[in-house]
């Protein structure tokens, strides 16, 4: 059974930093990607950052480029997300999700991940 367990999450001030991990285990083989989901209420969930597990390359949105990084640690199963500059717009539940599918032509797509974790809640304060 495949298990993704977030951690890291809080409340911190305008400015502050966080530093989100996901542990995973339960999946014979590799992930083709793997993200960080967020969802604030009355919003749909989006993506944040997402990583292709193979090459390492990275993708990020908009909103959070130069402030947030996405890291794997392959040989202990993590997935992390550092988080600078927080702004109260970054208060959310924050999702890591894993993907089997090849090729995925938007991978900050939530639609493109067929594993999901229970959430961390992120608070930013003015």
């Known amino acids: 059974q495949v298990r993704l367990v977030e951690s890291g999450g809080g409340s911190v001030q305008t400015g502050g930093s966080l530093a989100l991990s996901c542990a995973h285990s339960?999946?014979?083989?590799?992930?083709?990607?793997m993200g960080w989901f967020r969802e604030a209420p009355g919003k749909e969930r989006e993506g944040v950052a997402a990583?292709?597990?193979?090459?390492?390359?990275?993708y990020y949105d908009d909103s959070v480029k130069g402030r947030f990084t996405i890291s794997q640690d392959k040989g202990e199963n993590t997935l992390s997300l550092q988080m600078n500059s927080l702004k109260p717009e970054d208060t959310a539940m924050y999702y890591c999700?894993?993907?089997?599918?090849?090729?995925?032509?938007?991978?900050?797509?939530?639609?493109?991940?067929?594993?999901w974790g229970q959430g961390t809640q992120v608070t930013v304060s003015a």
């Open positions: 999700a894993a993907s089997n599918f090849l090729g995925l032509a938007k991978p900050l797509r939530p639609s493109g991940y067929n594993f």
């Open positions: 990583i292709t597990v193979s090459s390492s390359t990275t």
């Open positions: 339960g999946y014979s083989g590799s992930f083709r990607y």
